[in-house]
């Protein structure tokens, strides 16, 4: 009788350019291919976008504002939560610093709470470990953003004018 259990697939896609390096891994095959084709083919950011923050590979395909800085990103986006405050100082190193942090480390994203005028967690290692806006990177000790984090910072932007 064969069995019935699987293991779950993990598609995982590197591409490394001069001017672009593309990780992206899900379980879902249609998302990777989606996402994928959705950096390769945006347009290289101009000299202007760069300088005000503008990027053209937004992950969820729409154009985002225009951050000029960490804190106004923060201020745009109005997390209540510190594990909220760390998933959207994590988009915006994944998505606009410069240069772009792919995975980082805890005291990365602890050491910029104070630059966005937040009370900084105790243990950042802990908050990161329990909070689902977050996985392990390839490498140990580093994070990275998951899909669930990067969806609530994309469902934010804007949405708290009201």
């Known amino acids: 009788m064969a069995s019935t259990n699987r293991a779950a697939v993990l598609y995982r896609i590197r591409v490394k350019r001069p001017d672009l390096e593309v990780e992206v891994e899900s379980t879902d095959r249609d998302y990777v291919d989606a996402k994928l ?91 990161l470990a329990k909070s689902n806006f977050f996985v392990s990177g390839r490498e140990k000790g580093l994070y990275r953003l998951s899909e669930t984090g990067v969806k609530w910072v994309e469902d934010h932007t804007g949405n708290h004018e009201g």
């Open 37 to 127: 084709d959705q950096y390769l083919n945006a347009r290289a950011p101009t000299e202007s976008a760069a300088m005000t923050g503008d990027r053209p590979d937004s992950p969820s395909g729409r154009r985002p504002r225009s951050p000029i800085s960490i804190g106004e990103f923060i201020r745009q986006i109005n997390p209540d939560k510190k594990n909220e405050v760390a998933a959207t100082i994590a988009y915006f190193l994944e998505y606009y610093a410069d240069p772009i942090a792919g995975e980082w480390k805890p005291d990365e994203i602890a050491d910029r709470f104070p630059d966005v005028r937040k009370p900084k967690p105790a243990n950042m290692s802990d908050l």
